[in-house]
């Protein structure tokens, strides 16, 4: 899975007791940079660095 770090959407939930919307962006950023699972694994990387390869050879 991979995260892409500058295009998240939140709103402002600080009035239901939530954290600021930049500290929800980074806390997801930083959970998701570090996520795996056996055969699996997640990143968060900048949109200029996500790749689009679909692993076929035209």
Do not use: K
Not at 10 to 18: F, I, N, Q, S, V
């Amino acid at each position: 899975m991979t995260l892409v770090t500058g295009a998240h959407t939140t709103e402002d939930l600080r009035a239901y007791g939530a954290p600021p919307p930049a500290a929800v962006i980074a806390h997801t950023n930083l959970y998701w940079g570090f996520q795996a699972a056996p055969g699996r694994r997640a990143e968060a990387v900048e949109a200029a660095a996500v790749r689009f390869d679909t692993g076929h050879e035209d």
